[in-house]
């Protein structure tokens, strides 16, 4: 248990972006912040409170920079 929390935790984030690059990662984050997929997977809050949710091309990069900002600074920190 304390290899999971102490060392473990080290190598997720690593695993996680599977070897791309943060342009190649940030791409692939990308399609899942564009209103063309938030469409077809509603995610079940919206669907109750926000039916007309739209997510304009400025929120979705954003959404998206903000992502791969956070998960790269916890990659950056384990190098």
Known sequence: M??????????????????????????LVHKYTKDKYMRVK???LFKKYIPNLSVTDIQSEAARDAFTDFIWDLVDTER
């Open 2 to 27: 304390l290899d999971y929390y102490e060392v473990g935790y080290k190598n997720r984030f690593t695993s996680f972006i599977d070897g791309r690059s943060k342009d190649s990662f940030s791409k």
């Open 42 to 44: 509603r995610w079940p």
